[in-house]
């Protein structure tokens, strides 16, 4: 499924997959943070059989589907968009950052960013006739999620492992009317004395039905036909993660398990909601199968603001390539040129006095000569100068200050881009670029093309800054180099000299940089 290309095909930042209180308080914090945003919502909350959801500060008591009504308004009226569908296709597209393709049931299509799975679980129950039919009226499982609404009532917690116990003592703090199920799960002494110290009673045998009368549970009937009557059970349920996108997408599952017991299959995630799939977060219980409500929610909070973060990380790289792609661009100089202040200092670069002044002077061209700088000094030291740069309006000036230092008889200027210059028949005794930066196979490129220009027994003067230069916290180039990394750019017959120095620069407050140096003699 490549969706990428299909005309009907909405890109966005994120989409999350599931419209609980976990994927809605994801999608709330990246809408409020001006992001585009599609919740896709089957609508299976793991929570809507419940008439109540409890211990949500601000909304106690509310219906859970009543609490999703509400998520879905708030997060429209950030600008969201709510799909009630199911996820159909889901696929990482290639390509240097995360990016996914999805779809919808309803024939929608996205292109994302990023891919939230907020797909919750699915309670898996002990086989018992009956009990899944009660599940989240009279039959329950957390205490903190239905206790207070059983207390003092008749409850049976219904053992599918002695951990079963821990759910009797919290129950057991709700209700003296106390009875442990025990389903067949052997309990020891030690297991039987607290129950019996608490007054909690204890019943062996199998439970085969969940009775009801009149719409209400009443009892259970064990397999040696006793009833015992009860108004509601407690049971652990095993939660299991929904994978249906989750598989789609190469998202692992990991067991969560209490002392040596699988206790519920959540999706595999770090400490943050990563997954193992770059770009792909799961969040509620589809992470974290034990969390409430209000826990999902949070942690939604805590996703949705991860997102932003790395969203605007990314934002932040790729406009600072386009601005670095911008500046190798002649708009770009013919801007900065067309402003009244000098974009340089006037000086020449310090390179080139120390190696052109062990030169005979001839014949030189500057390439990327900006306003003339090094152009004019070597006129002055008895060169024939030629600057070339792409630039025509940094060459206007580079011609007004040759002028001003009286050298213009000794200097020429031409329009030329390095990137697709040919010398042709020219050659000249020295040819010099400084600070010209360009990724690494297109710099090779242009030292090519340099090297093609130099005259027999001429030099080749290539000057950069060196990667080691870029100050910590700076985002890292490409177009820095290392003088070595050009010399598979010269062919047989060169002389060639590597070096790294050292030495103060004055801009923006002295510190020490480092240039790196190509010189490199061709044979006569």
Same mark, same amino acid.
């Given at each position: ?31 409020r ?97 009956g ?11 957390c ?25 009797? $003592? ?19 002494h ?18 085969v ?12 009937r ?21 994978t ?15 002392? $040596?017991?699988?206790m ?6 770090d ?18 199968p ?39 661009e ?15 200092s ?37 060169w ?11 060459l ?24 697709t ?7 000249w ?24 220009a ?22 890292d ?13 010269? $062919? ?33």
């Amino acid at each position: 499924m490549s969706l990428n290309s299909t005309p009907d095909t909405t890109a966005v930042d994120v989409v999350v997959v599931g419209g609980g209180a976990a994927g809605l308080s994801t999608a709330l914090v990246l809408a409020r943070s001006r992001r585009s945003v599609v919740v896709v919502d089957a609508g299976e909350q793991r929570n809507a059989p419940a008439d109540h959801m409890h211990n949500y500060l601000g909304r106690e008591g509310t219906p859970p589907l009543e609490l999703a009504r509400i998520g879905r308004e708030e997060v429209e009226s950030y600008g969201a968009t709510v799909v009630r569908g199911r996820v159909t296709g889901a696929e990482a597209l290639p390509g240097a950052v995360p990016s996914f393709a999805i779809a919808v049931d309803d024939g929608s299509r996205f292109v994302a960013r990023r891919v939230v799975l907020a797909t919750g679980v699915v309670d898996e129950l002990p086989d018992v006739p009956g009990l899944a039919e009660r599940w989240g009226r009279d039959v329950l499982h957390c205490p903190y999620c239905h206790g207070w609404e059983v207390r003092d009532q008749r409850v049976g917690v219904l053992l599918t492992s002695p951990l079963g116990l821990h759910q009797a $003592g919290l129950f057991g703090q709700l209700t003296d009317q106390l009875t442990v199920l025990a389903n067949g799960v052997a309990l020891d002494h030690g297991q039987r004395e607290p129950l019996r110290a608490k007054g909690h009673r204890v019943v062996d045998d199998v439970v085969v039905e969940v009775l009801v009368t009149d719409d209400r549970l009443s009892g259970v009937r064990l397999a040696n036909g006793t009833v015992v009557e009860l108004d509601a059970i407690a049971v652990a349920s095993f939660p299991r993660a929904r994978t249906d996108v989750a598989d789609l997408l190469g998202v692992p599952t990991a067991q969560v398990e209490m002392n $040596g017991t699988p206790m519920a299959v959540g999706l595999e995630v770090d400490a943050t909601g990563a997954t193992p799939v770059p770009g792909v977060l799961a969040v509620g219980n589809a992470a974290a199968p034990m969390a409430t409500v209000i826990g999902a929610a949070a942690a939604g909070m805590q996703t949705g603001a991860l997102l932003n973060a790395q969203l605007v990380a990314e934002d932040t790289d790729t406009a600072v390539e386009a601005a670095r792609a911008a500046m190798r661009e002649p708009e770009a100089w013919e801007e900065r040129y067309g402003e009244a202040a000098p974009v340089w200092s006037g000086r020449v670069n310090p390179q080139v006095p120390v190696k052109a002044s062990e030169l005979t002077p001839g014949r030189a061209i500057d390439v990327g000569c900006g306003e003339g700088a090094d152009v004019i000094w070597l006129a002055q030291h008895g060169w024939d100068v030629t600057g070339m740069d792409f630039s025509p309006t940094g060459l206007d000036r580079a011609r007004q200050h040759a002028e001003e230092a009286g050298v213009a008889e000794r200097t020429s200027f031409r329009v030329g881009d390095i990137r697709t210059w040919e010398p042709g028949d020219e050659r000249w005794d020295l040819v010099t670029a400084h600070y010209v930066h360009l990724p690494p196979e297109p710099m090779l490129d242009v030292v090519r093309r340099l090297s093609a220009a130099v005259a027999p027994g001429g030099t080749l003067l290539v000057v950069g800054h060196h990667p080691g230069d870029v100050p910590a916290g700076i985002r890292d180039r490409d177009d820095l180099f290392v003088p070595e990394a050009l010399l598979p750019a010269l $062919g047989d017959g060169w002389d060639a000299r590597t070096e790294v120095v050292e030495r103060t620069h004055t801009g923006m407050g002295a510190h020490t940089v480092r240039d790196s140096i190509l010189v490199a003699t061709r044979a006569t």
